[in-house]
């Protein structure tokens, strides 16, 4: 009996970490100066290698490639916008705490080739929030100027094959949400929910995807009438995680998402203390970030959230959340401003490294957020 209150609290707290942290952006919720979650401590050369990346905020997707000591050595960012002629080349250079904090700036150019005489200097964005998981293979982030962005970086390795795809996927953007199975090469079923513009909810027609040795995922994707070409995919190491780039066919509209693999089973987990940050993004294009804290035993949170552009910070009130032993997360969230946000759809990886949620915000504030955690 006393084992099973255990894992009930610790599934209860856990959910309740997950979602607040969704919901806002903010401070750290402690000192840096430590090590991360777990024992785990990380350095500079944890950066080292090549990562992909999808941000949201004018969507961009590409790749960069940092050495042992942070700066960035090349890389490349790619406009959605129906053809790959938005280009821009990165330099840059990132830093990373102990504790896995990351920040740094990122500056990009238009790519403009000889012979044009010089390279047009592009903006800077300041990465001002951001954390790597805690194994070390996904970056999240959020960065400032000319447009806030949030972002989520994938560490390249090898050894994918087209099985790693196999299974069901939650998945979703501030625009909509939804789920799809892969089986063999194709999409097998799936739905999809939108929930900006004219909301609509329609099956995924099945497509075949390709997946390289590297975790890049091709392919197409079709939302009911509308035929979505892959510009952009990749797997996670863990092969937990996707982003998929995706722009309409016809008109170049975007609509990339994340997606987590729902192949979690915590029926056996034990109660532990759980720490997440978390970068957000809303379909009025707010970027959001902060962290949640929760100590089991005590039962004490701690956490909060910052909006880029908008003063001060919010703290969280009312919860109401909930996780099942598959990781699926649902519930909502009151903030100190008086907006509820509930949710639409949330999973959390059966590694518990990252969370997704979609949610509706109603209240003071209204639209819908992407939010993503990684544990700390």
Known sequence: MKQII????????????????ACGGGSDGGSDGGGGGGGITFSTPDLEGTWYHLLKGSTTYGSLTMDDN?????GSFFEINGSEDGIYEITGAASITSSGK???????DDGTPPPSPALVAGPTHIIIDGQMSRDKGLLA?????????????IKSVTGFSLSDLAGQWAFGNQNGHGTFTVTGSSISGGSYTRVTGSPVSGSLVPNTL????????????????????????????DKNVLYIALADGTTGADNAFIAVKMNADFSQD?????????????????????????AVLSGQVSGDWTSIGVPGKLSFQNENIGIDTAGVITGSIDTSDLTTHNILRGQLS?????ALMITAMTGTRTGFEVILFIRK
Not at 279 to 285: G, H, I, P
Request: glycine share 12%.
């Open 6 to 21: 255990k894992i009930i609290i610790f599934i209860l707290s856990l959910l309740v970490t997950v979602s607040i942290s």
């Open 70 to 74: 942070g700066d960035v050595l090349g």
């Open 102 to 108: 990351i920040l740094g700036s990122l500056t990009t």
């Open 141 to 153: 982030i959020a960065c400032t100027n000319p447009n806030a962005k949030m972002g989520l970086f």
């Open 210 to 237: 390709t997946v390289a040795g590297d975790g890049e995922v091709g392919g197409s994707f079709n939302i009911g009438s509308v035929n979505y070409t892959i510009l952009d995919g990749q797997m996670s190491s």
């Open 270 to 294: 034990q109660p532990e203390d759980v720490s997440f940050k978390f970068v957000s993004y809303s379909d009025t294009s707010q970027v959001g970030y902060g962290s949640f804290n929760i």
């Open 350 to 354: 059966s590694n518990k490294n990252l």
